[in-house]
């Protein structure tokens, strides 16, 4: 009971800070992101604003359940894959995914094949109608190797 008492009194910081996590995480790198974390929660201490003082974006903006379900897809079991698997399932944008082991990609496959996914790459001739009928019925787009420019 007292555990729940304290999320509800932390809910207020708790969300702003995991709505700061996806706005500004990005690429940076799990130590970066943890003293960005420590800041933000000093800062809204500082202010008044109730929140956990070891607040994990992944348990303001997914379940338990979510993250098993995360990992029976291939999701490697540690905590930045689990913050950017909330980053790119709560983000706005789509994301650019840098995956030289293949190990997001392989997530991405098995976690929206129910879903349509179209698997696309740029060098393929109907590449643009793929994108379009896509956009147009609302399934999933993987586009791979995208190179540097």
Known sequence: VKTYESQVNDVVGNVFIAAACVAYFGAFTSSYRQALVDNWIAKCKALGIPVTSNMRIADVLSTPYQIRQWNT?????????????????????????????????????????????????????????????????????????????
């Open 73 to 149: 897809f291939g999701l490697p079991r540690d905590s930045v894959s689990t913050e950017n698997a909330v980053l790119v399932k709560h983000g706005r944008r789509w994301p650019l995914m840098i995956d030289p082991q293949d190990q997001a990609n392989n997530w991405i496959r098995r976690m929206e094949a129910s879903n349509g996914l179209q698997v696309i790459k740029l060098s393929e001739p109907n590449f643009l109608r793929t994108l379009e009928n896509a956009i147009r019925i609302g399934t999933p787009v993987l586009l791979e190797e995208v190179g540097e420019t």
